[in-house]
T-cell receptor
């Protein structure tokens, strides 16, 4: 599975837009990009997934350039409750049994 | 609807003891995964079940770890002769068979925090 690189930590203030970029230079043709969010003492929670271009849901947007070697998770107008660890994962997630390979993620701290 | 549930939420045991951790997946999900998360790290894959069979157990650290899913629903992770290094949060996830959806999104439970004294 392709290795991912993302910042260890980010700081923001309430109401700001936060963009977390993930590098995955060795992404394979059949790989998807998935982001999970994890709060303390909880399991990871699926946020968004994409293959190319832009994906948007009620929580976030995911921007994927044409070469797919990176992706950016965009969180609009963050609140204190968005403080969490965000994981970027890459893999053939259209296949059953694909183990998720987590790195250390990006710890996002939102202040008032 | 109900999500993935895990019991107990916390388990404290002594070195050398045997423990069982239980996972109830989302109803109808045929795939089930176990992960282990140490403090400050992301979850690490342990084992994957498709139905009743363990399709991939390459993440199990050694033969003290074993998991079953006898009826294709509930799964139990069993750890024999526990060691202090086994202390971690054990996470379970389940997913639909991708034949029924385009991608195989895994949904996680809250985890069981295991402490080995």
């Amino acid at each position: 599975l392709a290795k991912t690189t993302q910042p260890i930590s980010m700081d923001s203030y309430e109401g700001q837009e936060v963009n977390i970029t993930c590098s995955h230079n060795n992404i394979a043709t059949n790989d998807y990009i998935t982001w999970y969010q994890q709060f303390p003492s909880q399991g990871p929670r699926f946020i968004i997934q994409g293959y190319k271009t832009k994906v948007t849901n009620e929580v976030a947007s995911l921007f994927i350039p044409a070469d797919r070697k990176s992706s950016t998770l965009s969180l609009p107008r963050v609140s204190l409750s968005d403080t969490a660890v965000y994981y970027c994962l890459v893999g053939p997630f259209n296949q059953a049994g694909t183990a998720l390979i987590f790195g250390k993620g990006t710890t996002l701290s939102v202040s008032s | 609807g109900a999500g993935v549930s895990q019991t107990p939420s916390n388990k404290v045991t002594e070195k050398g003891k045997y423990v069982e951790l239980r996972c109830d997946p989302i109803s109808g999900h045929t795939a089930l995964y176990w992960y282990r998360q140490s403090l400050g790290q992301g979850p690490e894959f342990l084992i994957y079940f498709q139905g009743t069979g363990a399709a991939d157990d390459s993440g199990l650290p050694n033969d003290r770890f074993f998991a079953v899913r006898p009826e294709g629903s509930v799964s139990t992770l069993k750890i024999q002769r526990t060691e202090r290094g086994d202390s971690a949060v054990y996470l379970c996830a389940s997913s639909l068979n991708p034949a029924e959806s385009s991608t195989d999104t895994q949904y996680f439970g809250p985890g069981t925090r295991l402490t080995v004294l």
